[in-house]
Nanobody, 118 residues
Framework: VQLQASGGGLVQPGGSLTLSCAAS????????MGWYRQAPGKQRESAAV???????NYAESVQGRFTISRDNTKNTVYLQMNSLKPEDTAVYYC?????????????WGRGTQVTVSS
């Protein structure tokens, strides 16, 4: 599995950015795609995830500002980020989790930098 992310950059506080991540390779029918982020000096954390059937889960810190979606025909996941704050500055990583009994297999894309600054 390969994950190709794009869309990071520099944005002012209050601005918006959209991240995209296209997956290729063996994508199983039961899977979860998501975005994780890692700020300097902090551990990687989940920002938002979406299952193959559209169920979503958001970190409390991004709830109401970020929207995750996916296009299963293109094996692509998106993260629309609005009302960005300086604390959203981080490297954002795309993730795909394939379910293959008895467990999950994780795949990661290269990170894309998001910087929120005036």
């Amino acid at each position: 599995v390969q994950l190709q992310a794009s869309g990071g950059g520099l944005v002012q506080p209050g601005g918006s950015l959209t991240l995209s991540c296209a997956a290729s390779g063996s994508i199983f029918s039961i899977n979860v795609m998501g975005w994780y982020r890692q700020a300097p000096g902090k551990q990687r954390e989940s920002a938002a995830v979406i299952s193959n059937d559209g169920k979503t889960n958001y970190a409390e810190s991004v709830q109401g500002r970020f929207t995750i979606s996916r296009d299963n025909t293109k094996n692509t996941v998106y993260l629309q980020m609005n009302s960005l704050k300086p604390e959203d500055t981080a490297v954002y990583y795309c993730n795909l989790r394939n379910w293959r009994s008895p467990g999950w297999a994780d795949y990661w894309g290269r990170g894309t930098q998001v910087t929120v600054s005036s």
